[in-house]
């Protein structure tokens, strides 16, 4: 156990679960959430304490967490005008879990060190199923020391925890994660559909896919989703389609083809300009259905 002061901002969908099991692992906590009754909420019966702007977060934390949604509120949460970086002292660390830009957290990092303040990026993996449970896979970048810092916390929110490499190295494995994940829930769509229009019952062709080489984590977590077109967002199609984007980008800096990659981008594209961009990205399932003009489950 760390005796450092842990700040958390972001209070989603992920880093909700995930600062409670900081808080339940016994950690010295204060959180900050641009929604700040989310904050006050959280911190209900608990000895979680809020802080109600970055800079009491910072002044408060010797180890300020991270968990936002993307490259710009990341940018501007870290470095912008009255961000974290105006008012960590030097020694502090900062943990960037959001899934964002492998060229930002480079940047981030060197500024951060300008200022003799550590920073990783470590993105996460197994959306808000494993938030709760605290089994997350982690893939952090940066300095070893500072990924050692950091670890008692990381084992309060993952099973998995692997310092993949320098700065920026965590969101290019974040990346090069969620482009399995696209493809495998477009490819297990595809399978679904395909059984069900075939005659096939959708539970026991996923639980023979599960069996088999075709077996994955992915359909594990959302066979629920799938099988009862309960989208209720775990991770939300407007977010994915945002990493694929961070993945082609990455893709286009290192010369790295990805053509699936951007077919799937261009899915989830098309799931928000039909008004789902809140469902979860098992929602590809519906993209398939209406092509093929058959619902899973119908007519078998």
Same mark, same amino acid.
């Given at each position: 156990m760390?005796s450092?002061r842990?700040?958390?901002?972001?209070?989603?969908?992920?880093?909700?679960?995930m600062?409670?099991?900081?808080?339940?692992?016994?950690?010295?906590?204060?959180?900050?959430?641009?929604?700040?009754?989310?904050?006050?909420?959280?911190s209900?019966?608990?000895?979680?304490?809020?802080?109600?702007?970055?800079?009491?977060? $910072? +002044?408060?934390?010797? /180890?300020v967490?991270? =968990?936002l949604?993307?490259?710009?509120? %990341?940018?501007?949460?870290?470095? #912008?005008?009255?961000?974290?970086?105006?008012?960590?002292?030097?020694?502090?660390?900062?943990?960037?879990?959001?899934?964002?830009?492998?060229?930002?957290?480079?940047?981030?990092?060197?500024?951060?060190a300008?200022?003799?303040?550590?920073?990783?990026?470590a993105?996460?993996?197994?959306?808000?199923v494993?938030?709760?449970?605290?089994?997350?896979?982690?893939?952090?970048?940066?300095?070893?020391g500072?990924? $050692? +810092?950091?670890?008692? /916390?990381?084992?309060? =929110?993952?099973?998995?925890?692997?310092? %993949?490499?320098?700065?920026?190295a #965590?969101?290019?494995?974040?990346?090069?994660?969620?482009?399995?994940?696209?493809?495998?829930?477009?490819?297990?769509?595809?399978?679904?559909?395909?059984?069900?229009?075939?005659?096939?019952?959708?539970?026991?062709?996923?639980?023979?896919?599960?069996?088999?080489?075709?077996?994955?984590?992915?359909?594990?977590?959302?066979?629920?989703?799938?099988?009862d077109?309960?989208?209720?967002?775990?991770?939300?199609?407007?977010?994915?389609?945002?990493?694929?984007?961070?993945a082609?980008?990455?893709?286009?800096?290192?010369?790295?083809?990805?053509p699936v990659?951007?077919?799937?981008?261009?899915?989830?594209?098309?799931?928000?300009?039909?008004?789902?961009?809140?469902?979860?990205?098992?929602?590809?399932l519906?993209?398939?259905?209406?092509?093929?003009?058959?619902?899973?489950g119908?007519g078998?």
């Amino acid at each position: 156990m760390t005796s450092d002061r842990v700040g958390f901002a972001g209070l989603g969908i992920m880093g909700s679960p995930m600062a409670r099991n900081l808080a339940e692992a016994g950690f010295e906590l204060t959180v900050f959430n641009r929604t700040s009754s989310k904050a006050e909420e959280f911190s209900e019966g608990s000895p979680v304490e809020v802080a109600h702007n970055l800079e009491e977060l $910072a +002044r408060q934390s010797d /180890l300020v967490i991270t =968990m936002l949604p993307g490259p710009p509120e %990341v940018e501007a949460v870290v470095a #912008g005008d009255g961000g974290l970086l105006d008012f960590m002292a030097q020694g502090t660390l900062l943990v960037d879990m959001s899934t964002s830009s492998p060229v930002l957290a480079r940047w981030l990092a060197r500024e951060a060190a300008r200022r003799r303040v550590g920073m990783l990026d470590a993105p996460v993996s197994g959306g808000d199923v494993a938030a709760e449970q605290g089994t997350l896979s982690i893939m952090a970048g940066g300095e070893e020391g500072h990924f $050692a +810092r950091a670890r008692p /916390l990381f084992e309060a =929110m993952g099973e998995t925890i692997v310092h %993949v490499g320098e700065s920026g190295a #965590g969101q290019v494995t974040k990346a090069a994660n969620q482009i399995v994940v696209a493809l495998v829930l477009e490819a297990v769509s595809e399978a679904l559909v395909l059984g069900s229009k075939g005659g096939v019952e959708p539970s026991k062709l996923i639980e023979v896919l599960s069996g088999g080489l075709a077996a994955n984590k992915a359909m594990e977590v959302k066979r629920d989703k799938l099988l009862d077109h309960d989208f209720e967002p775990g991770g939300k199609v407007e977010f994915h389609h945002k990493d694929l984007g961070i993945a082609l980008e990455t893709g286009r800096q290192y010369g790295v083809t990805l053509p699936v990659t951007a077919l799937v981008d261009q899915m989830f594209g098309e799931l928000k300009a039909r008004g789902r961009e809140e469902w979860d990205h098992s929602a590809l399932l519906t993209l398939v259905e209406e092509c093929s003009g058959h619902r899973v489950g119908e007519g078998t």
